[in-house]
C-alpha cells in the first residue's frame, strides 16, 4: 500500500493498552476559536482521530477531547470532508 503521507506528516499514536500504530495527517482545523487536528490511520482501516492540538516550539501536543466537544468538532470535520476541492 502506498502513504500517501510525507514523512513529517506521519506521527505515530501510542495508546495505555500498549498499541500503537501511525496515522497521517490529514489537517488542523477551527471550532469555537480552537484548534484540532484530524489524524488518518495508515493500518488499512479508514478510521479518523480527532485532537485537540496545541503548538508546542516546533513541534504539537494532542489534547483529548471531551464528549460534548467532540460531538462539535467531528460536525466540523464532516462538514469539512464535504466541501469541494
Not at 36 to 46: F, N, R
Not at 50 to 64: E, H, S
Amino acid at each position: 500500500m502506498e502513504n500517501k503521507y510525507s514523512e513529517d506528516q506521519i506521527i505515530t499514536l501510542e495508546f495505555d493498552d500498549g498499541v500503537s500504530f501511525d496515522c497521517g495527517i490529514m489537517g488542523i482545523f477551527d471550532v469555537a476559536g480552537k484548534d484540532y487536528i484530524a489524524l488518518e490511520a495508515l493500518d488499512g482501516s479508514e478510521d479518523v482521530y480527532l485532537y485537540g492540538y496545541q503548538p508546542n516550539g516546533d513541534d504539537f501536543d494532542l489534547l483529548d477531547i471531551d464528549e460534548e466537544t467532540f460531538e462539535k468538532v467531528a460536525a466540523e470535520f464532516e462538514s469539512l470532508q464535504d466541501e469541494p476541492l
